[in-house]
């Protein structure tokens, strides 16, 4: 129920009232550092609103396509969104990364995450979340081939997504991208 709670507050009809409330914390001032801008150390609200997105989008794709989730997929598809949304964030060298290839390195760090979370949810705990062990080219039936393929596709939609959410309600650039020349 919190979950399907943030995936409301986080809907498109609320995207201009979130634009509008970060644009009113981008005012207030904590420690000296606005909440909005990049300081070292700290996250601040946009971290947090990127974090309850890619929680809400990858919690529910999987309601989706499987019927069923875990809360811990939640969590590992915030953190996934925040990294993968900083692929090309640091300077301008990282804008020049082509969309495919942010889309590879996108499928690497998930196919990475998903083993690590696989290990110790799957197989230390014992939640038995998923098993590959059926598919071909499975790696302890915790990662296989064909979801690391599926995750360029998924890393794409998710470095596009994040891209157009830092334009849109935190007034970043606006995305630009090559599909696959540098």
């Known amino acids: 129920?919190?979950?399907?709670?943030?995936?409301?507050?986080?809907?498109?009809?609320?995207?201009?009232?979130?634009?509008?409330?970060?644009?009113?914390?981008?005012?207030?001032?904590?420690?000296?550092?606005?909440?909005?801008?990049?300081?070292?150390?700290?996250?601040?609200?946009?971290?947090?609103?990127?974090?309850?997105?890619g929680a809400c989008v990858y919690y529910n794709v999987e309601i989706c396509f499987r019927g069923h989730s875990h809360w811990t997929m939640a969590v590992l598809g915030g953190i996934l969104f925040i990294i993968i949304g900083n692929i090309n964030e640091k300077g301008a060298a990282s804008r020049r990364i082509p969309l495919l290839a942010q889309g590879f390195f996108a499928s690497i760090l998930i196919t990475a995450f998903e083993l690590a979370a696989g290990v110790v949810l799957n197989i230390w705990l014992g939640l038995n979340i998923w098993d590959y062990s059926?598919?071909?080219?499975?790696?302890?039936?915790?990662?296989?081939?064909?979801?690391?393929?599926?995750?360029?596709?998924?890393?794409?939609?998710?470095?596009?997504?994040?891209?157009?959410?830092?334009?849109?309600l935190f007034d970043e650039e606006r995305p630009k991208y090559k599909i696959w020349k540098l």
């Open 134 to 168: 059926d598919l071909p080219f499975n790696f302890l039936g915790q990662i296989c081939l064909r979801f690391s393929l599926i995750w360029i596709a998924v890393g794409i939609i998710a470095v596009v997504l994040d891209d157009y959410l830092r334009y849109l």
């Open 1 to 53: 129920r919190f979950i399907s709670y943030l995936c409301y507050t986080l809907s498109a009809r609320n995207i201009f009232y979130l634009r509008e409330l970060s644009k009113e914390y981008e005012k207030i001032a904590w420690k000296g550092h606005s909440l909005m801008k990049k300081s070292k150390g700290k996250c601040g609200l946009k971290c947090i609103l990127l974090f309850l997105v």
